[in-house]
RNA sequence: GGAGAGUUGGCUGAGUGGUCGAAAGCGCCUCCCUGCUAAGGAGGUAACUGGGCAACUGGUUCGAGGGUUCGAAUCCCUCACUCUCCGCCA
């Protein structure tokens, strides 16, 4: 959420600045709305402040034992007033409070401009692409099973077997493990999520199709993200302990809708996937340094997983609703011929604080942190990699060593 | 599933209709005292938000929402959550 005075005072450079990543502001109904909220509140507080001392006369005069029917005419008067002027006051800031909700996060000044993917850019590449196999991971191996997984449950949903299903285990402690290296504490958090912690990251209300819902009140959650920054929802922190540095490794729910026809086959895209979340709470003046950090922590793990990379910075037209500045990380897929994301890694300066009301105190008085997070990694995208950047051509998936003593071996027999 | 208790400031916890944003204690901050430290003494210490250039000055908030009342932390209703006991259960 922006901060409703920044706004205010600097409406026409906001309104710029969200131009850059294709939101049209209407500056005009939002300072309507708000001129007739501070009108009406001015209205309604005097009114208040006007109850409460003939509250208090009518008291007195009660217990003096005096004629009270005269003044109660005139409060009763202005509490209808008062009951009227409220009931508009309540609906200009429900609106306003809407309007504010909708809006995605202000870029930040150094995001290039650009109105999509393709005007992104790519900062630097690593690693050494190996392999010409062309094959992809469902051709190479038997042993991810989609047929299955659709009677099961569907499309978009895969059953791993045998080694295979041990590997994503392994992928998954050695990221965890990764993680709490560079001090990170990891979390067991609940995979389902209530509406207040889904709108404090910024999915609720604006991307509800975007998420399954399990019941009344519940969504499973579309990424660690939502409960491990709704860990310190409505929390102060104090300033001496930023950054704090939090993991967790859970299954990822997403409905998809509106990515029909797209990834449809293989593991790239589904609707239940396995990831290892970094979040970090940190300080606004430190916010940017501490994404170069996280970026690097999530860079560290391909490096050892020996997988090719690149580092690609958004343009301002394809960052997500909440991010001020992101760095996603794409692994080289020997069967697409090209780079994919694995990893997002988001500044969201004070705009989820904002929504979920962290803080930090400090001399200077109470202040919104910022957030950070980025996927270290997505594990089925992961998967993928290895089999397709490490198969040998016939039958075996080498196993990269840094996997070793959590798999146990250090290939795969593709049947 | 059944029965009961509870939810108040950073924490513990008092408070059954106005003088309560709220006793007391702890914690924290400033100062005093004391070779240092500890102990002791004095004062201060909730959040959110409006108006105003400012000095300053309003409003809201005692789990959430509704109701009663001139007036609600306090009375009534609904809901959420926490805890205890019983039952069941991985």
Redesign the pocket.
């Known amino acids: 959420m922006i901060d409703?005075?920044k706004l205010r005072d600097n409406l026409e450079d906001i309104k710029i600045a969200l131009k850059k990543r294709g939101y049209d502001l209407d500056e005009s109904s939002f300072k309507s709305l708000d001129d007739s909220r501070?009108e009406l509140?001015?209205d309604?507080?005097?009114l208040?402040?006007e109850?409460?001392?003939?509250?208090?006369e009518?008291?007195k005069l009660?217990?003096s034992g005096k004629d009270?029917s005269d003044l109660?005419k005139i409060?009763?008067e202005k509490?209808s007033d008062l009951e009227n002027k409220d009931a508009d006051l309540q609906e200009v800031l429900s609106k306003l409070n809407s309007l504010l909700l909708d809006m995605p996060n202000i870029p930040d000044d150094s995001v290039p401009i650009g109105s999509s993917e393709e005007d992104n850019k790519v900062i630097s590449q690593h690693g050494e692409i190996k392999t010409n196999n062309t094959q992809d991971h469902l051709e190479i191996t038997k042993k991810i099973d989609t047929e299955l997984a659709a009677k099961l449950s569907g499309s978009r949903f895969a059953v791993l077997k045998g080694d295979l299903a041990k590997l994503q285990r392994s992928l998954i402690s050695f990221m965890i493990d990764c993680a709490i290296n560079n001090g990170y504490k990891e979390y067991y958090v609940p995979f389902m999520a209530n509406e207040e912690s889904l709108t404090g990251t910024g999915q609720l209300p604006k991307f509800e199709e975007d998420l399954f819902k399990a019941s009344d009140?519940l969504y499973l959650i579309p990424t660690a993200e939502v409960p491990l920054t709704n860990l310190f929802r409505d929390e102060?922190l104090n300033e001496k302990d930023l950054p704090v540095k939090v993991t967790s490794h859970t299954p990822c729910f997403r409905s998809e809708a509106g990515s029909y026809g797209k990834d449809t086959r293989g593991l790239i895209r589904q609707h239940q996937f396995e990831k290892i979340e970094l979040v970090q709470i940190t300080h606004p003046s430190d916010s940017m340094n501490c994404l170069e950090t996280l970026l690097n922590n999530a860079c560290e793990i391909l490096n050892k997983l020996e997988l090719p990379y690149q580092i690609v910075e958004l343009c301002s037209g394809d960052l997500g609703f909440s991010s001020a500045k992101t760095f996603d990380i794409e692994v080289w897929m020997p069967s697409q011929n090209k780079y994919r994301e694995i990893s997002s890694c988001s500044n969201f300066t004070d705009f989820q604080a904002r929504r979920s009301n962290i803080?930090y105190?400090s001399k200077d008085?109470?202040n919104f942190v910022h957030t950070i997070n980025g996927s270290g990694l997505a594990v089925g995208r992961c998967l993928i990699a290895l089999i397709e950047n490490n198969f040998d051509g016939k039958d075996t998936i080498n196993i990269p060593s840094c996997l070793e003593q959590y798999f146990g071996s250090n290939e795969i027999k593709v049947n």
């Open positions: 409703i005075k501070k509140q001015v309604v507080e005097g208040q402040a109850r409460k001392q003939l509250s208090s009518f008291g009660k217990a009270t109660k409060i009763d509490n009140k102060f803080k105190k008085g109470n």
